[in-house]
């Protein structure tokens, strides 16, 4: 494949009729237990398309109130975090949220095309 | 630093070990705020660290009579006892739409000591709108052993306090509280003073402990926020009842027997 093959995603972006120019969207929820049909308790999101910019508390709303509630809504996951068991004599210590779920969602950054 | 003083009760202590912070709506009056305004702009001299309280700021300048108001002294006294040292204290600027939102963070570094704390009063010398973008804290956050940035991951949380407040409003946090200044979106520019303190005495009853066993101190500690996780708010709870059994000196305090059936090992046996 030549160079000339693979327009520049600022090319792609003037052209609407070129190749798709895929960006990422992640969400990342926080939830109530290790499920992930829990509830959501926390959230955070990062914009790839930078269309949005996204930062610390931007809002008091959860965008779903579940992680099921993400996938039924086009989210693909594709990271929770490992079940650890607490190290011996820090039963009690409280740190980091728990339960973390990483979602993808890719989207066509050309001119005029999807969100 | 001994004038008049508004001592807490001991429900609104409970509150502070349960939640980490303390807000007192415009304790500050009107003709203080706009000299506040101006004292800030200006900036304030910065002070050695560990400078006792009363040698930190001159008498009759500004921030001694911030601190001298008798809600704000009584709180102070309350939590930190007499003579704290003056940790540091810093002007925070937020110009009109500029800025970003810090992270979510704790400051100084990782902070476990479990029978003492740090407080940090913030002072609002104007009214701050949600737009303006206050001071972001999480009620609750402060037990948790995270270093210093390391929760800039996080956004948002359900139940967080976005600041919105009356000027001449006094908060005093728990210095491990989660905390960060919001993004400025309005077109003013805002003010916030900051000053930590370190105890010298036990934090032990320096309050007006005359109403400790109003069963709402009980209600107090046993609160949950919307953004514990199940399992780990019961954790919250527990090492909240030692703090408390800590500040009170009250070693058979408990919520619901959540430590005592820990700590539940018998000695006796059966013949």
């Known amino acids: ?115 | 630093m001994e004038n008049s003083q508004e001592l807490l009760n001991s429900v609104r202590m409970a509150r502070f070990v349960a939640r980490g912070s303390l807000q007192l709506d415009a304790v500050v009056p009107a003709e203080m705020n706009a000299e506040g305004l101006a004292v800030l702009a200006a900036g304030v001299p910065p002070v050695p660290y560990g400078t006792p309280l009363s040698e930190a700021y001159a008498k009759g300048s500004f921030v001694r009579r911030l601190l001298e108001l008798p809600q704000v002294a009584g709180a102070l006294r309350s939590l930190v006892g007499p003579e704290p040292w003056v940790d540091h204290h810093f002007v925070h600027i937020r110009e009109p739409h500029g800025g970003e939102a810090q992270g979510l963070h704790g400051d100084a570094i990782i902070d476990v000591r479990p029978d003492a704390f740090d407080v940090q009063l913030m002072y609002y010398p104007q009214a701050v709108t949600l737009e303006m973008g206050g001071t972001l804290s999480v009620p609750g956050s402060h037990l948790r052993r995270t270093n210093e940035s390391d929760t800039g991951r996080y956004q948002n949380l359900r139940g967080q306090d976005r600041l919105v407040c009356p000027a001449g409003t006094v908060v005093l946090l728990h210095h491990g509280i989660w905390h960060g200044g919001r993004r400025n979106d309005s077109d003013v520019r805002r003010y916030m003073f900051k000053i930590r303190f370190n105890p010298r005495v036990r934090q032990r009853r320096l309050w007006d402990t005359s109403d400790l066993h109003d069963p709402r101190v009980t209600a107090e500690l046993d609160v949950m926020f919307p953004w514990y996780e199940g399992a780990t708010g019961r954790l919250e709870r527990y090492n909240r009842i030692l703090l408390w059994r800590e500040l009170t000196g009250d070693g058979d305090f408990d919520v619901d027997r959540w430590v005592t059936r820990v700590s539940n090992r018998p000695k006796e046996t059966v013949e």
């Open chain 1, 1 to 115: 494949m030549t160079p000339e093959a693979t327009p520049p995603a600022s090319a792609a972006a003037r052209d609407a009729s070129a190749a798709p120019v895929p960006r990422q969207q992640v969400l990342v929820l926080y939830l109530a237990g290790s499920a992930l049909d829990s509830p959501v308790v926390g959230w955070s999101r990062y914009d790839g398309t930078g269309r949005t910019s996204p930062t610390t508390g931007d809002g008091d709303e959860p965008p779903y109130e579940s992680g099921v509630a993400a996938l039924r809504d086009g989210w693909r996951l594709f990271q929770a975090a490992q079940l650890i068991p607490p190290y011996p004599g820090h039963e009690y210590d409280v740190s980091f949220l728990k339960h973390e779920f990483f979602f993808e969602r890719i989207v066509d950054v050309r001119e005029g095309t999807g969100a």
